[in-house]
Each structure stands twice: as C-alpha cells, then as structure tokens.
C-alpha cells in the first residue's frame, strides 16, 4: 500500500545553482551533501521543504522545457515575496495562465536544468469547486 510521498529527485549539472534556487526561494533546509564522493550514481545533496524530501544529483541537464513540473503550496499573502525571490536570481519567469476565476494564483519559474516549479495558492478542493461552479454557468477559462 502506498504510503505518501518519499521523495522527488532533480537531476542538475550544477549542485550548488539548484541549492540557491532550493534554499532562497523555497526555504529548504539542507540535510545532507555527498561532497566529492557518492553513495549513488553521482554526487548528491538532500533538502527538506516543509517535511518533503528532495534530492538533487549531479548530472546532465532535461534538454527541453515541457510543462510536465512539481507545484508548491504557497499563502496568497506570500505571492508578492516569492515573486520577488525568483526575480532575484534572475529565472525566467511566468506568472499564471489563463484560468477560472477563483482557482488560485499560480507563479512558474524554470532552473537552469529545464525543471519548471509551480508557486500555487489554492488547494485541489478550491479547484474542484470552482470548477463545478464554472460549470453550471457553463464559463471557460479566461
């Protein structure tokens, strides 16, 4: 039986870029750094993001963007903050997509290796309401 989530794992051609996108934007903690050696396929460090494990390893880079990405839950009081943390390392930067009304706010940033990461206001249960809502007034996204 599943259990949760164990962890996520970001391949990256430079570990210490991918600890400031980790640690300034994200508030992770690191927890672990295999410094020069490895007890996996490459050299790796280890985070914690509010309870979540994330690994990153030394390695060539996804060689095009898509939209396949991770998305964190952020306070809608911390949008203005975050936007700022991510300008501030100079990533390129979308703010939202077209959207219902109602379903939150969202930010998308991409690294250096290609992984989009996802800043999202609301929850799954917002999103499911707004979109039965939507529905029975037959709106679409804007």
Request: no cysteine; glycine share 8%.
């Amino acid at each position: 039986m599943i259990q949760g989530l164990s962890h996520m794992t970001f391949i990256t051609r430079d570990l210490d870029r991918m600890e400031e996108i980790l640690t300034h934007i994200l508030d992770a903690t690191k927890t672990y750094d295999s410094g020069e050696g490895s007890h996996s396929l490459s050299r790796e460090r280890f985070f914690d993001v509010a309870g979540l494990w994330i690994a990153t390893m030394e390695g060539e880079p996804l060689p095009t963007r898509s939209y396949n990405h991770v998305a964190f839950k952020i306070d809608p009081a911390d949008y203005d903050m975050y936007l700022d943390r991510i300008r501030a390392l100079g990533l390129d930067l979308r703010e939202g997509r077209s959207r219902i009304t109602g379903e939150g706010q969202s930010i998308y940033f991409h690294d250096n290796d290609n992984h989009l990461f996802e800043l999202h206001t609301g929850t799954l249960a917002e999103r499911l309401a707004t979109y039965a809502a939507a529905d029975s007034r037959g709106e679409t996204a804007i």
